[in-house]
Structures are given as C-alpha cells and as structure tokens.
C-alpha cells in the first residue's frame, strides 16, 4: 500500500513534495496522458521525453504506481533538466518553495500547448501540383506524417480556474463590466487571528472574497447623470466616486490547488514565517464562493420554479439531489463551515457522506482533499513533507483510497487522517466530485 520514495538530491525536498502532491490527483494524470497521446504516437521515447509534459507524467505515473517500478526510491533529476531546456534555473542546491515550482509547471504545460499546431501543415507546394498523388503520400513541410487533428493541445488544464472581479459605483450603485482572470491555485491570506477561535480555511476564503472599497474612481454613468443636468456648452470634469470591489470564482477547475501564504513581515521588515494551525477538512464545499451571473426578477420566478422541478427529478439515496447547473441562491448562509466542523464521521468513507449537509442534500461544487504539502522550519531554512492518499487498488482503479502517507523524500510511512487535519498545511490539493445526477449530465454533454 505504499508509493515509491524520491532522492533528495541536494535541497530538492520542494520539488519531491509537490510531485508526490501532484501524483495524488488522477484527473492531472488523465489529462497528461491526453496531451502527450500525440507525441507517442509521432515520437520515439527518447525524443519524448525532451518534453516536459512527457516526462512529468513518466514520473506521476510510477509515484501513483500506474506504471512497474523495481526501485523503491526514484531519481526525478529529469525533470530539473527539462525545465533547463525551457529556461528554468532552478539550482538543486538551494533553498526554493514548492508553490513556485507549481507554478512553473503549469505555465510551461501552457508554453508547451501553445507552441503546438492549432491547424495542419501546409502542404508541400510541389505535391499540390501533382493530381496523381494519392492523398495518404502527401507529406507536410517537416517531411513526416500529417498530425492528426486533435482538440488536446487547447484544453485547458485542470488546475485551470477563471476569477471574476466586480466593482459597484456606492454612489449610483451602477455595476462595471465583470472583469475575468485565470488562475492556477488560490494564494489565501491568513487572517488576523481572534483570541479564543481557531483559524478555518473559511476565514481564509472569506477574506479572500471579501469586498473592499476602492476611492477616486472615474464613475461613466455618474458623469453621464451629471452631464445630463448641466446647461449646453459647460464643460464636464469625469465624476469621481468610491466604489465596492469584490472577487469571485467564476470557473472553478476540476482540480484545485490553495496555497496558505505564511509570510509576513516584522516592523523592521524582516520576513516572518506564520506557524499557526488553519483548521481544514476531508470535503470543501465552494457553492458560496461561486459568482452568479444576475438573474431579473422577471424571470426570477420561473427560474425558481425550473430548478424545484430539476431538483426532484434526480435522488440519491432516497434524497433529492441538485443537478450540476443548479446553484445555491446567492444570499444563502454558507450551509456547511469547512475545516470547522468534526471530521470523525468522514474517517472511513469512500464516498462524501450526505447526513454531513443537513441543509443541503448535494452540494454542487464538493471537493475531496487529495494531498497536504507541509513546510518544517522558518523563512531561511525548512524541510517539505506531503501527506498523500495511497494509490486505489488495482481491481477498482476508479476508488478513491481511505489510507493516508506521510512522505518525506525517500521516506515513506503511513498516516491517519487525523494526523493529516492536524498538519500545518502550505499547499492543499482538492479535486472535485461529482454526484450520480452530475456524472449523467456530464455524460450527456460528452455524448453531444
């Protein structure tokens, strides 16, 4: 039931910590199998492997034990060397941090989907001239084989996320254009901490999402209103007003990444390291920090009506479940406190359990805690260390394991979840679930 170990190979416990985060995420597997597809099929292994997305799933796949393995500690030296060839310096020897190294994975996954042809070589100029040739000799510029047309190199990754930022004028209450931005993992804050009240991840989440004011902003419809009221011939100054800023999650991703910023800085602007414990639990809940596109109150109502009707059109277990475009309303209380609750009820379970939502019976976005990296020591020098859930059987690839390890690089052990909620997380890894009604209409979609 464990997974192999990794070398250190000098200071390389940042990089060792997120690959054995990211290998407990099969949808990031899955989806690199799709993107490398073209490069088994155009590409010997040795040229392969010059890519980064290739040699990141060669070595997830043998960390999740998807591919046989006769070493009990692995050598993940060749990833170093790949970023190399994208022009990462990225020393062995030095002290990094594991969320900039994610970072630097997922941009270059993108760098590389983009270098990749979004339409098919041009032909040869002197095969078009020659009618005869059958379409299968014609070869492209390269000389080699046509690519086959495929949708993998603009799919998005799925740690890829969109936020929504939303300013109000206070004065006229008019609402700018709702402004998008990607993203790869949520950076959260921590709070200040109140005496007597443990720090959850909601407290974090909620500050994240919480609106601030922002001054001295050139309000388009306060000057418009203002212009309307002056006599012909004055000239106008643009109306300057206060208005309310809030962030929102306009597109949750498929595997989400939350990063605990534990540095601060002291009076005399040293970095600090903040070591206090954010409680989190085994299931997220992010209904409450989705952004809802307004609905009028015109058709408020037969909204209302059409999603009671979609709710009991599907049960699970004897209770009515929420299809995956049905959402909580938007003023709804948050129905479930995540990390604040107990998670004793959750120690053995295979699937999220629905008496832990009294008040609501399926929650739309659910997420699963899938790994915990930890980071030992202060701001100069520490130690990183994952939590991980143990690979699913082999007879039922598609479980999700109830077995927990603790790993620091060549080291490997196992680990109750207790021991892993009680962790001092810096980089947590959810993916999310689906409920039955979910996975139907998912499948719908695929088929159409």
Same mark, same amino acid.
């Given at each position: 039931g464990l997974v192999p170990g990794l070398l250190n190979l000098g200071n390389t416990c940042f990089m060792n910590s997120l690959l054995q985060g990211l290998s407990s995420c099969p949808s990031f597997i899955k989806w690199l199998e799709e993107f490398t597809a073209q490069?088994?099929?155009?590409?010997?292994?040795?040229?392969?492997?010059?890519?980064?997305?290739?040699?990141?799933?060669?070595l997830l796949r043998a960390l999740s034990c998807q591919e046989v393995t006769e070493d009990d500690v692995l050598d993940a030296s060749c990833l170093l060397e790949v970023l190399r060839m994208y022009r990462w310096q990225i020393s062995s020897f030095e002290e990094q941090d594991a969320h900039e190294l994610f970072h630097v994975l997922t941009s270059s996954l993108e760098d590389e989907r983009d270098r990749q042809p979004r339409v098919t070589h041009l032909f040869d100029v002197h095969s078009l001239e020659q009618p005869e040739i059958i379409q299968k000799q014609i070869s492209c510029r390269t000389r080699g084989s046509l690519p086959p047309a495929s949708n993998h190199w603009k799919s998005q990754h799925p740690f890829h996320g969109r936020l929504t930022s939303n300013m109000v004028c206070k004065h006229c209450e008019h609402q700018s254009p709702v402004r998008y931005d990607t993203f790869d993992s949520l950076s959260l804050s921590i709070p200040a901490a109140v005496w007597g009240r443990p720090m959850t991840l909601d407290h974090c989440l909620h500050h994240f999402i919480s609106s601030e004011s922002v001054k001295d902003v050139v309000c388009?419809?306060?000057?418009?209103?203002?212009?309307?009221?002056?006599?012909?011939?004055?000239?106008?100054?643009?109306?300057?007003?206060?208005?309310?800023?809030?962030?929102?999650?306009?597109?949750?991703?498929?595997?989400?990444?939350?990063?605990?910023?534990?540095?601060?800085?002291?009076?005399?602007?040293?970095?600090?390291?903040?070591?206090?414990?954010?409680?989190?639990?085994?299931?997220?809940?992010?209904?409450?920090?989705?952004?809802?596109?307004?609905?009028?109150?015109?058709?408020?109502n037969e909204l209302n009506q059409k999603n009671s009707e979609e709710t009991t059109s599907g049960t699970k277990d004897g209770t009515a479940v929420k299809p995956s475009d049905t959402e909580q309303p938007s003023g709804t209380k948050p129905f479930f406190m995540n990390g604040a609750c107990s998670s004793s009820f959750l120690m053995s379970s295979g699937t999220f359990p629905l008496a832990a939502f009294p008040e609501c019976?399926?929650?739309?976005y659910l997420y699963r805690l899938m790994a915990v990296v930890v980071h030992h020591g202060d701001m100069h020098?520490?130690?990183?260390?994952?939590?991980?859930?143990?690979?699913?059987?082999?007879?039922?690839? @598609? #479980?999700? +394991?109830?077995?927990? $390890?603790?790993?620091?690089?060549?080291?490997? *052990?196992k680990a109750s979840l207790h021991?892993? @909620? #009680?962790? +001092?997380?810096?980089? $947590?890894?959810?993916?999310?679930?689906?409920? *039955?009604?979910?996975?139907?209409?998912?499948? @719908?979609r695929a088929e159409d």
């Open positions: 490069y088994k099929t155009d590409q010997n292994r040795s040229t392969g492997h010059q890519y980064l997305s290739v040699t990141l799933l060669h388009d419809n306060c000057t418009k209103i203002q212009a309307e009221g002056t006599l012909n011939g004055q000239s106008i100054e643009n109306k300057r007003t206060t208005f309310v800023k809030q962030l929102k999650l306009g597109k949750l991703p498929q595997c989400l990444c939350i990063h605990l910023q534990r540095l601060s800085w002291s009076n005399q602007g040293t970095p600090l390291k903040r070591h206090e414990h954010v409680q989190f639990n085994e299931f997220l809940i992010m209904d409450i920090y989705k952004y809802r596109i307004p609905v009028h109150k015109s058709s408020q019976s399926s929650p739309v020098s520490g130690h990183f260390v994952t939590y991980r859930r143990s690979p699913p059987s082999p007879k039922n690839p @598609l #479980s999700v +394991s109830s077995q927990w $390890l603790w790993i620091s690089d060549d080291t490997v *052990r021991e892993v @909620l #009680s962790s +001092s997380a810096y980089l $947590l890894f959810y993916e999310r679930v689906h409920s *039955r009604v979910q996975h139907q209409s998912l499948e @719908l």
